[in-house]
């Protein structure tokens, strides 16, 4: 089962180093942007089941080494994904992944997770005394500071594609990057899934759960 993963996964780990040197220019109140093939329809239409990758069906050792500001799988971003895609629009039914290679899903879908610092001037107003033709005056603004700061940004990555065949490599049909400052509200637990809402009400079939 994991040889016929191992392709998935490796797309994966590509697309968090690559999301790791990537100039994003997230802005404080954070984003959130889905792509997804538009010759794909058939395969969104025809999908009734899907999966998630966990890290006990690829074990450590078969990943591509990540780095300390790098994740693949996470268990509770899985959590939030399995939920999203059992509710509407998607309405996808949930198969689990230690019985996938017994009962393969339609779809697979993983997640990924990174960390990276950027920086900006900001520029904050600073009041002063000027003499003026009616003597000294307070300018709440008289010139503008410029200080250079760092913030950290918490990237997550969830691509979701068909099981790829033996013999070809993997091909995304959705992808979902939702970016944001961390250290600001709400706590991560929350904003994560917030994100993985976002980006699955953007899934393309939109379907209405029946009981």
Do not use: H
């Not at 990174?114 to 920086?119: D, Q």
């Amino acid at each position: 089962m994991l040889r016929y993963l191992l392709p998935f996964v490796l797309l994966i780990a590509f697309s968090l180093v690559s999301l790791s040197c990537a100039d994003t220019g997230v802005v404080q109140t954070g984003s959130v942007e889905v792509e997804w093939a538009e010759d794909a329809i058939d395969v969104f239409e025809a999908a009734e089941t899907f999966s998630v990758l966990t890290s006990e069906i690829v074990p450590p050792e078969n990943l591509p080494e990540l780095d300390k500001d790098q994740m693949a799988f996470n268990d509770k971003v899985n959590e939030f994904i399995i939920e999203a895609m059992q509710a509407e629009p998607v309405c996808l039914t949930y198969v689990d992944a230690e019985t996938a290679a017994e009962n393969p899903p339609d779809l697979w879908a993983a997640n990924g997770l990174a960390r990276s610092a950027e920086g900006g001037w900001i520029y904050e107003c600073v009041g002063g005394w000027w003499w003026g033709y009616w003597g000294w005056y307070w300018d709440s603004c008289a010139y503008w500071r410029p200080t250079y700061v760092e913030w950290d940004v918490g990237s997550l990555l969830i691509p979701v594609g068909p099981p790829p065949a033996a013999d070809e490599d993997p091909k995304l049909i959705f992808a979902g990057l939702a970016q944001s400052v961390v250290g600001t509200p709400p706590m991560p637990d929350e904003k994560i899934e917030a994100a993985v809402k976002l980006i699955f009400e953007q899934w393309p079939d939109k379907r209405t759960c029946t009981p």
